[in-house]
Every structure is written in C-alpha cells, then in structure tokens.
C-alpha cells in the first residue's frame, strides 16, 4: 500500500485493514521520498551541491520514516485493540520515483492487491487519477482498487453492486475469476456490462456476452450476476446513467493499452463520475 502521507493515507490505511481482515492478509506500508527532495535542492557548484543533497535526503529519509512508523503503529495498535490476529504490517522506505519504485515493490513484494488513492499530496496536474496512479495502473501486473481521495469514506460492506466493464477481452475470464475472488466476502452482485454504440445487435457480441454469462452463473450462480449488452448514442453518459440506475458503488475494468474502456474511465471519466461519486475502481491487467 503506497502511501504519501497526504490526509487520505489513514483513510487508505483503514481500507486496508478493513480487506486485510476480510482475507487474515498481511500490509505492507510503502512510500518513496527521493524526486521531490532533489527537485527543492538549488545548483551551484559541484562539490556544493553534492553535500547538499546528501544532507536534503538524510533528513527527508529521517522524516519519512518517522511519518510511515506512525502509521504502522497506528495500524498496529488498532489491530491489537480489536484483538485481530494473524495479520502481518510492515512498511519499507525507498529512494526514487515514486511511480518506478511503486512497480519495483510490486515486482519484489508481489502483493495480491495494491490499494492506492486518486490523487497525491502534491497533485496539481489535471489527470484526474493522478500521474502516479496512471502510470502504475499502465504497467503494472497485479490487481489495484483506486480510491477517490474526495468526500466520506465508502465503507466496502455498503457496497451491493459492482459493474465489470468488458469490451469482451480473452483475459476477462482471469479478471473475472480475480473478482469473485476479492468480492467473495462482501455481499455485491457483478453487473458484467458491455456498452457499445447506438446499432443493430452484433451476433457476435451477443455470443460473447452469453459465454462469460454462463461462467459467471457457473461460478457465482444466477442471483450473482446480471449481464447485459447495452447500446447508446455516448459511451460516457451511458455508463454514468447505469451507474446511477443499478446503484454501483464499485467499477471494475481491465486496463489494457489501447483499449476503448480504459480511454473512458482514466482519460475522459467525468469528475461526477469519479470526484463527485467517489466511486472506487477495481483495475485488473
């Protein structure tokens, strides 16, 4: 769980405690401090700024690691108090840029989750995720749940429905297996959706659809799961207007490269969509 000792992170922190107790899983505490000490360093001579930035990293690795101890004893003491056991935190400090170091702990930690907010204690860019977050989400290998830094906590016991987008992807069947997975100890039915433009009924669609309807009802059962085709003049709108019609608390998509979906929801996604709903987002690769 990267964190960058922004407000959210104890909230992220409490999502991670929530899951890691649904699944007696352990928490790793992570955060990366290296590009924004160098970027406050001024260049003079050499020699000058050499020892400056040497004294600039000791302190802020000094720092860094006072504020991840807090959280660690924070989660810690709340487990301990809940008399949780079982449950594994540790965290781990590392000099870099956050985004590489990120995907370096996940190749080296592999974790079954990577848990990260929307935005960053520094964001001022207009990506609506956050460059950090986007350019994890693009290269990396393990599922994450992206969670809107905006508004109240969503607690993941409240959530009863979660739509999979699907452009009907050959890795969906994986994906799909990796959310019965996550979702199992919640009590959410899966809206398996695929929205397409305003035309005539695709045969093809239509059997693509009704072979992930069949793993899904194999799998989960017929009360689970709701799968449906459903065609609209704007993607965008479309899939805000089933949102608020099926009320979906969580979406999930497979991010691929290139692929229309991923477009729409990190490139296009309406900040009603995402700021205002703070809707979390399950991303499988």
Request: charged share 30%; net charge negative; aromatic share 8%.
């Given at each position: 769980m990267p964190v960058d000792f922004s407000d959210f992170s104890p909230r992220i922190c409490e999502y991670a405690m929530g899951i890691a107790k649904k699944f007696n899983a352990d928490i790793l505490l992570f955060h990366t401090y290296f590009a924004s000490a160098i970027e406050t360093v001024p260049f003079s001579d050499s020699y000058t700024y050499n020892a400056t930035v040497v004294e600039v990293l000791s302190e802020v690795e000094k720092n860094a690691k006072a504020?991840?101890?807090?959280?660690?004893?924070?989660?810690?003491?709340?487990?301990?108090?809940?008399?949780?056991?079982?449950?594994?935190?540790?965290?781990?400090?590392?000099?870099?840029?956050?985004?590489?170091?990120?995907?370096?702990?996940?190749?080296?930690?592999?974790?079954?989750?990577?848990?990260?907010?929307?935005?960053?204690?520094?964001?001022?860019?207009?990506?609506?995720?956050?460059?950090?977050?986007?350019?994890?989400?693009?290269?990396?290998?393990?599922?994450?749940?992206?969670?809107?830094?905006?508004?109240?906590?969503?607690?993941?016991?409240?959530?009863?429905?979660?739509?999979?987008?699907?452009?009907?992807?050959?890795?969906?069947?994986?994906?799909?297996?990796?959310?019965?997975?996550?979702?199992?100890?919640?009590?959410?039915?899966?809206?398996?959706?695929?929205?397409?433009?305003?035309?005539?009924?695709?045969?093809i669609e239509k059997h693509q659809m009704e072979l992930l309807k069949k793993y899904l009802q194999r799998t989960l059962g017929e009360s689970d799961v709701h799968c449906e085709i459903k065609h609209m003049e704007e993607k965008m709108k479309g899939i805000e207007q089933y949102i608020q019609d099926n009320d979906i608390g969580m979406v999930a998509i497979l991010a691929r490269k290139h692929n229309l979906l991923e477009r729409l929801f990190f490139g296009q996604m309406s900040r009603k969509l995402f700021i205002k709903t703070h809707i979390p987002i399950l991303v499988f690769h």
């Open positions: 504020r991840i101890k807090e959280l660690y004893y924070d989660i810690r003491n709340k487990l301990e108090l809940e008399k949780i056991e079982g449950i594994e935190v540790d965290y781990a400090l590392s000099g870099g840029t956050a985004s590489s170091e990120i995907l370096n702990m996940c190749t080296t930690y592999k974790p079954d989750l990577v848990i990260m907010g929307s935005r960053g204690e520094t964001a001022g860019t207009t990506n609506l995720l956050g460059s950090v977050v986007s350019n994890v989400i693009e290269e990396a290998e393990v599922p994450m749940l992206i969670l809107s830094d905006q508004g109240e906590n969503i607690d993941l016991e409240d959530i009863n429905n979660i739509m999979y987008a699907t452009d009907f992807d050959k890795a969906d069947f994986k994906a799909i297996a990796n959310l019965k997975y996550i979702t199992k100890p919640y009590n959410m039915k899966i809206h398996c959706v695929h929205f397409e433009d305003l035309s005539e009924d695709d045969p």
